[in-house]
């Protein structure tokens, strides 16, 4: 892979069909996911605020992604989950640039706490958020997702 690829992010608060084919060929390798992807951000939309950020190589090839979702009880608390870089364009801090970038558009909707859930396997994304200021916390549920059995973690967002 050629280092010096050009990244981008943008946000998307709905997708179209080429967009959503695009995100369920890179997050599951599954193309044909495209509707059930729409139907889910569609549902998530339903109860709260939901946007995703997603990265680009070359302003067109999907390269990450990361969803975020206010939750229906607490305005100042957000979620974070499916943050995604492609094998190919890891260990380029494109993570990070998605954080940051999920970080200075909370702030702006008056965010004070980012919540995520990790799979306790998840070795790389414990150390992901232990490297970037996130507390372990004690679990709580976020809305009507079912996160069972996984670590909670939170970062105040200042």
Known sequence: MNKCVKISIEKFDEFDMQMAEKIACFVWNRPDW???LIKCFEMFKEDS??????AFANKTDV???VQCMKNIDDETLWCMGDL???PEYRCLHIAEALLMEVIKLLKEKGCQTLRSYVEPNDYVSIEFHNKLGFSKKEFQPFNHLILKDRIMFEKLIL
């Open 34 to 36: 495209d509707e059930h």
């Open 63 to 65: 390269i990450g992604r």
């Open 84 to 86: 995604l870089v492609s």
């Open 49 to 54: 605020e939901c946007f995703n950020l997603i």
